[in-house]
């Protein structure tokens, strides 16, 4: 990473390994570990930049209490908080509390150790994740600024754009919802200290109740005053559409909330997994948030994943190359010409590793790593083509993109 010219390399904690049960003592080894990392990334002259929890959680947790559905967790996670931010204090400048908070409400199990109870429908889970992350996120930023008060810290999401499929009206109200429910909601709660209204009467409507007490309530709206930048990663765009069939207007939001139709927009292109690929879309994106927030933003992920061979000890990563040409291209213009304030922008990623699919077929990294999904080969890493492209536009800031 020092050889391609990297100024900050963003990673995550693993939490299992500072908690292997997540209601236990702090583990020494797994705090020397990461500061071990810490110190040779400074020594690199590598900034690091740190999620607290990304897509993990000790299984103990997820078992016994049923992960972050279960209000309890939030006080071992703030023990972790704890434990990290103390440990690395002084070390880490840039902290995220919770990677793709936004994603717990669509994939539970995955981004916040929740099995949904059966008794439970999905817009009662939604609600009261939605709720429970955010106090989680929101006790991290209380934690990270108490003990750290020069540290600065983000909330992040993983965030793309819902254009509408067409120009009528009712595909445009759609592609409103949604964007609200998907890409506002959290950053809203997370910058003005309390539930937008939008919200609070999607509740209404539906008589959900969630637990949410008036000492949640001030936490939050504490942390809202203490956070720093907003961080996300961007991907691709997609595009939502009306459901003329469904007439209730509950059914149809929640159709558009967990539309599965995977619509695509026919005027961009798509990886193999049918990511669309749309540098004006992050483009869009910045500006969007940069002028509903006025607060700094970071892009921590933007890459593309492609299942590439090595041939002749690299790969011929064109395509990647491409990728990330239009779309530094497109931050240019969002920070020169349009004044969003970026902090900085981090490519997603230095190596090959496995997704969290736990597959690596889908390939993301600069360097090649030599291995399978199951087969660990030799573990050989390669520079692939893209690597000596990110170089070249690393040394010139990124103003040379050829």
Known sequence: MAEIGFKAYRFSIVWSRINPLGDDEPNEAGLAYYEDMVDYLLSKGIEPVVSLVHFDMPDHLMRRYNGFLNKQVIKFYEKHVEAVVRRLKGKVKYWLTYNEINLCTYMPDLVCGVIPPAEMSEDELFAQLTINVLVAHSR?????????????????????????????????????FRTQMSVYLMFDAMTRGELPEYFNNFMRRRDLKPVYTEEEKIIVKDASEKIDYLAFSYYQSSVEADFPEINDSIQKEDAILRDSRRLRNPLLKANEWGWQIDADGLRYLLRDLYSRYQMPLFIVENGIGLDEKLTD?????????????????????????????????????????LSSHKEIRKRYGFIYVNRDTYDLKDLARYRKKSFYWYQKCIASNGNDLD
Do not use: N
């Open 313 to 353: 000890g690299t790969v011929e990563d064109d395509e990647r190359i491409a990728y990330y040409q239009k779309h530094i291209a497109a931050v240019k213009k969002a920070v020169e010409e349009d004044g969003v304030d970026l902090i900085g922008y981090l490519a997603w990623s230095p190596f090959d590793f």
């Open 140 to 176: 991290a930023v209380q934690i990270i600024k108490r003990i750290d008060p020069s540290a600065k810290v983000g909330g992040m999401q993983g965030l793309t754009d819902y254009y509408s499929l067409t120009c009528k009206p009712k595909d445009v109200l759609a592609s409103q």
